[in-house]
């Protein structure tokens, strides 16, 4: 069984509670948080957005068992400017370890006819013989 508790803000800020039991074992208490930072350039053309996230297992403490565990930590960084998103970032939770790249572009729009003319057919091209 397993319960999750998250509560975000506008800000970028998250904060989740993780309580869950797999088979016969102690229950795992985790306590994660994550929080956006965002780093604009001086000329207004884009951003950097950091995020790093943190989960704690915080059951052995609570029992008297030792200290707190890491579970899970990470970063994403990404940048976003006119022309699209560039995303990259690592997770490593449990010994293993995920890469994520993603790139984002805009949306293609095609407004009105091309900006040039199509030559004229000419005579004896594409025909048949």
């Given at each position: 069984?397993?319960?999750?508790?998250?509560?975000?803000?506008?800000?970028?800020?998250?904060?989740?509670?993780?309580?869950?039991?797999t088979g016969?074992?102690?229950?795992?208490?985790?306590?994660g948080?994550s929080?956006r930072?965002?780093?604009?350039?001086?000329?207004?053309?884009?951003?950097?957005?950091?995020?790093?996230?943190?989960?704690?297992?915080v059951?052995?403490?609570?029992?008297?068992?030792?200290?707190?565990?890491w579970?899970?930590?990470?970063?994403?960084v990404?940048?976003?400017?006119?022309?699209?998103?560039?995303?990259?970032?690592?997770?490593?939770?449990?010994?293993?370890?995920?890469?994520?790249?993603?790139?984002?572009?805009?949306?293609?729009?095609?407004?009105?006819?091309?900006p040039?003319?199509?030559p004229?057919?000419?005579?004896?091209?594409?025909?048949?013989?």
């Open positions: 069984w397993e319960a999750t508790e998250t509560v975000a803000w506008p800000e970028g800020g998250e904060a989740s509670l993780r309580v869950g039991r016969r074992g102690p229950t795992d208490v985790t306590l948080a929080r930072l965002v780093l604009r350039s001086g000329s207004g053309g884009g951003r950097v957005e950091l995020t790093p996230s943190l989960a704690l297992d059951a052995p403490w609570a029992r008297g068992e030792g200290p707190p565990r579970v899970r930590h990470g970063l994403q990404a940048s976003a400017d006119c022309c699209g998103r560039v995303a990259a970032g690592y997770v490593a939770e449990d010994g293993e370890v995920r890469v994520d790249v993603r790139l984002t572009l805009p949306p293609l729009a095609l407004e009105g006819p091309p040039l003319r199509l004229a057919r000419i005579e004896g091209y594409g025909g048949t013989p």
